[in-house]
């Protein structure tokens, strides 16, 4: 990784526990929700987590955080293992990560006025000196106004309220935020506008952002690297423009087909994907997308493919990689 990088996640994974059938009710499995994940995020980038639903994208933005607890890896945030501290230190190490949610309405407490939603991270940490004025500003931010801090969230329309849920994110300045889909609820309307206020508040304040979404048409514009999961794997990972004009996973290739995204459309092969994705619980042998991929070959179920290094700095866990012409060489690690 990067030195310098702002957060770097090394080996990280999440398996939950769930229990066997009612025959063996002693019998626990693990769930793989995130298996294995690396990357990093440089200070002030944008990298968003895309793939099908399920695929781990909400679990990795939680457990970058420690909102859930990781099974195994490194979680590094500014310079901070973040796996190996607790209690103060944790505390103040949160101060600079944030979350937005993707339901704006259950992420805030219906009985709390607007205010003190967006407060209550202030006095959490002890910042909350002068609350008005810094609420008002808040609120003058985000695109509202003082007058909103009294009301209740089901005053508020979907886009307001989540423009809510964004000040209280950035009410403690912010080093680095995770938006976990958070554009997914609100009409096409509210979502551009929220999207552009997304730009705004980056250029204005300098945060990094890990943006989870499953709309690959908001990781184009929102992103400046991609990072794309499947059942809890890794598969490629690169910037928007080589990602998009030149796909080297047959799962990229696949996502990207099935969005037809303007000027990429000419970029990409057709690409439709039979069948669902696996169990986390059981997930297949080998390459976990080889049931799916369209390119497999005996040693995709054989054989877990490695994260490999290519040009333009992009990776890709392929035995066989593709590109616009379709079908490549074998890569060479």
Request: proline content about 6%; some cysteine.
């Amino acid at each position: 990784m990067a030195d310098g990088s702002l957060l770097r996640v090394e080996g990280l994974r999440k398996h939950f526990e769930a229990r066997g059938n009612a025959f063996i009710r002693s019998t626990t499995l693990p769930v793989r929700a995130v298996d294995d994940v690396s990357f990093s995020v440089e200070p002030g980038e944008v990298v968003a987590v895309v793939g099908e639903s399920g695929c781990g994208k909400s679990t990795l933005g939680r457990v970058v955080i420690r909102l859930l607890e990781p099974t195994a890896g490194t979680i590094t945030f500014n310079g901070v293992d973040i796996t190996r501290v607790d209690g103060e230190e944790l505390r103040r190490t949160r101060l600079l990560m944030q979350i937005v949610f993707q339901d704006p309405f259950s992420s805030l407490n219906p009985r709390m006025t607007v205010g003190d939603a967006v407060a209550y991270p202030l006095r959490v940490h002890g910042l909350d000196n002068d609350r008005e004025r810094t609420v008002a500003g808040l609120l003058e931010r985000v695109g509202l106004s003082a007058m909103h801090s009294r009301r209740l969230p089901h005053e508020l329309s979907g886009g307001q309220r989540q423009r809510i849920g964004i000040a209280r994110a950035i009410a403690v300045n912010p080093r680095l935020v995770v938006l976990d889909e958070p554009v997914a609820a609100l009409d096409l309307s509210a979502q551009a506008h929220v999207l552009n206020l997304f730009k705004e508040l980056q250029r204005d304040m300098g945060m990094a952002y890990l943006f989870i979404t499953h709309d690959l048409s908001v990781a184009e514009f929102m992103a400046d690297r991609i990072l794309v999961m499947y059942a809890g794997k890794l598969m490629e990972l690169g910037d928007r423009k080589s990602l998009f004009e030149s796909p080297r996973h047959p799962y990229t290739e696949a996502l990207l087909s099935a969005a037809v995204l303007g000027s990429w459309g000419d970029a990409v092969r057709e690409t439709v994907l039979e069948g669902d994705p696996p169990s986390p619980i059981s997930p297949p042998s080998g390459c976990r997308f080889h049931p799916r991929c369209p390119y497999a070959e005996p040693v995709c179920a054989s054989e877990e493919p490695s994260l490999m290094r290519l040009d333009n700095d992009q990776m890709a866990a392929c035995h066989r990689l593709t590109g616009k012409l379709g079908r490549a060489a074998a890569a060479t690690a």
